[in-house]
């Protein structure tokens, strides 16, 4: 026997499915909150290391980029040998996946390239360049401004498209910065400008949307 709707059962059905729909596809700000401070205190201490000389030049983005390593071996891992049940994925979450790993591939990309040419340059010259090292983290602020504004285009969250707008400003100055200093300065603006303020901005209404839904749905 088929169960039967009134009209306005109907409609309270679909906005109950739509509003599940979009709890679903908001993002909590935390990954770039997270992500973003991480990237401010390595630009930070880079900064204070270059006048207090306590390392290497470098030394804190080789601490970084092994907590990125360990992370991304952590993940592996447990996509390997912990799968979890998931749910079935949209076409924005599966786009948000792959917009990911092809961020990562490429951030790994500049890097290595970095790493590379002052290899060659200390070979032949038995010196480290700035120059390529500048122009590498205004590559970086490029990446980030092209990450942030497909994912906030693909989520329709105005605030990181903004914020991917001013990330690329900031990163078209940095090509015309003389010294390590200023562009480390330039590189951590861009992170809060484009990460950190509208993680916190989907992080509110995040929390906002979810303690609106779970009020509804005592109703």
Request: hydrophobic residues 50%; proline residues 1%; contains cysteine.
């Amino acid at each position: 026997m088929e169960e039967t709707f009134s009209k306005e059962e109907s409609l309270a059905l679909i906005s109950k499915m739509i509003n599940a729909a979009k709890k679903e596809q908001k993002d909590n700000g935390i990954g770039w909150i997270i992500w973003g401070w991480l990237l401010v205190a390595t630009s930070l201490l880079t900064v204070l290391d270059i006048h207090y000389k306590w390392f290497q030049l470098g030394f804190f983005w080789n601490v970084f980029g092994g907590i990125i390593l360990l992370y991304m071996l952590f993940a592996i891992i447990r996509s390997l040998f912990f799968k979890k049940i998931e749910k079935v994925k949209t076409y924005t979450q599966d786009l948000l996946s792959k917009l990911n790993a092809g961020f990562f591939i490429s951030l790994m990309f500049i890097i290595i390239s970095m790493n590379v040419s002052n290899y060659l340059l200390y070979e032949k010259y038995a010196v480290y360049d700035v120059i390529p090292i500048n122009t590498g983290f205004a590559l970086l602020i490029n990446l980030y401004a092209f990450w942030i504004l497909i994912y906030g285009t693909a989520l329709n969250f105005r605030p990181s498209v903004i914020g991917a707008y001013c990330t690329w400003a900031v990163g078209f100055t940095a090509l015309f910065m003389k010294t390590f200093e200023q562009v480390m300065l330039l590189h951590a603006l861009a992170v809060v400008v484009g990460y950190i303020i509208p993680g916190h901005i989907a992080n509110h209404q995040f929390k906002k949307l979810h303690k609106k839904g779970n009020s509804t749905d005592g109703v």
